[in-house]
Nanobody, 124 residues
Framework: VQLQAFGGGLVQAGGSLRLSCAAS????????MGWYRQAPGKQRELVAS???????NYADAVKGRFTISRDKDKNTGSLEMKSLKPDDSAVYYC???????????????????WGQGTLVTVSS
């Protein structure tokens, strides 16, 4: 199973960006999909997550500005970011808790599937 994240870039404060995450492989189900971010010198932190039932959770710093969504049929997710601030600058990673079929035909679950990260830079 692989996750690919894209959509980062440079934006001015107050602007918007949309990040996307696509999962590929022999996926049976994505239980939870989330976005994390890591700024230079800081620990990786949860930004938002969404369950298979659509229940979402947000970090206090982004509530009201970011919206997480997912398409269960396409195994994709997105993070709509509005009113961006310089403090939102970081590498953003998508993460998924995935149930999939292995090469041996077994059913496996991996809660630590990560995308490669996409850089978001917000200029003041």
């Amino acid at each position: 199973v692989q996750l690919q994240a894209f959509g980062g870039g440079l934006v001015q404060a107050g602007g918007s960006l949309r990040l996307s995450c696509a999962a590929s492989g022999r996926i049976l189900a994505i239980i939870t999909m989330g976005w994390y971010r890591q700024a230079p010198g800081k620990q990786r932190e949860l930004v938002a997550s969404i369950t298979s039932s659509g229940s979402s959770n947000y970090a206090d710093a982004v509530k009201g500005r970011f919206t997480i969504s997912r398409d269960k049929d396409k195994n994709t997710g997105s993070l709509e970011m509005k009113s961006l601030k310089p403090d939102d600058s970081a590498v953003y990673y998508c993460n998924a808790d995935v149930v999939y079929i292995t090469d041996f035909g077994d059913r496996q679950r991996d809660a630590e599937v990560w995308g490669q990260g996409t850089l978001v830079t917000v200029s003041s």
